[in-house]
């Protein structure tokens, strides 16, 4: 797919990794409807991103709202070619710091939006569209403190690997981006149940995940992932496949995640 011209849905672009996408789309030559909970800093992204942006603020967890989404954005921009799903909830540590209910909402906002925008998108995109997930590491191997993460990010990734057959009837795409840490300031507000673990692995830029997420818009493939960094990744695939070792590698990995965590937290002034 052509970057110039096209047209894309980006959710989470207020921030993070959304924003440096929605950023690197408009900088190729696209258009983008930008989709986050918060109208006022959503218009800001907008007026910076001039008029090949537009704001569309929406709560992903509104489903009913999310499925008028993509008809929306045919009216305001013509056609749609990509969706990128990326708006993310995280409530960390042990799964009894939080309510029950709390768990639903990191299900509805990381997988079943997810879903449902991609179903309902798919009905207005022409053939050659894609869709992007953006996805986790801990998708691919469950990391402790993040189980309820770690499980919705699984399963956003089997989907997209087993859907890829169902859009491919309608020439559409899809592929997933699994990044590592990322310093976006997603963890700053809860640093302390944060995992050493996490911190064990380099961290990534969201401009890096955004390069990622735009070479899987322009290739031709589809069902394919990119892991970042790329040793993580391989790293990750051995973990699952040889848990023995992986149990005999976490405490090596703990330590030296600890010592980058507080090399992290010192240059933030976060203690």
Not at 46 to 54: I, P, S
Not at 206 to 217: M, R, S, T, Y
Not at 226 to 233: E, F, N, T, V
Request: aromatic letters at 6%; a positive charge.
């Amino acid at each position: 797919m052509q970057l110039q011209g096209s047209v894309s849905i980006v959710t989470g672009a207020s921030s993070g990794i959304g924003l440096a996408v929605a950023r690197a789309l408009v900088k190729a030559g696209g258009s983008v409807a930008l989709v986050a909970r918060t109208a006022s800093k959503l218009e800001e992204v907008a007026a910076e991103l001039g008029e090949r942006a537009a704001a569309f603020p929406l709560d992903v967890s509104d489903l009913a709202k999310l499925s008028a989404l993509p008809t929306k954005v045919v009216e305001r921009f013509g056609k749609l070619d990509v969706v990128v799903n990326n708006a993310g909830l995280h409530h960390r540590g042990d799964m009894f710091r939080h309510e029950a209910m709390q768990f639903v909402d990191m299900f509805t906002v990381n997988l079943v939006a997810p879903v449902v925008l991609t179903r309902v998108a798919a009905d207005v995109m022409a053939p050659g569209g894609v869709i992007i997930n953006v996805a986790s590491l801990a998708g691919k191997l469950g990391v402790p403190g993040s189980a309820v993460y770690s499980g919705t990010k699984a399963g956003l990734r089997f989907w997209a690997l087993a859907a890829q057959e169902d859009l491919g009837r309608k020439g559409l795409r899809i592929a997933n981006v699994n990044p590592g840490p990322v310093d976006t300031g997603f963890f700053d507000n809860d640093m302390h149940n944060v995992t050493a673990l996490t911190f064990s692995q380099p961290m990534s830029s969201a401009e890096q995940v955004a390069d990622a997420v735009l070479a899987c818009i322009v290739s031709d493939d589809t069902g394919f992932e990119i892991d970042l960094p790329y040793m993580s990744g391989k790293l990750s695939t051995f973990a699952y496949l040889l848990p023995g070792a992986a149990k005999l590698l976490r405490p090596l990995l703990e330590r030296k995640g600890a010592k980058a965590k507080q090399r992290f937290m010192t240059r933030k002034g976060l203690g």
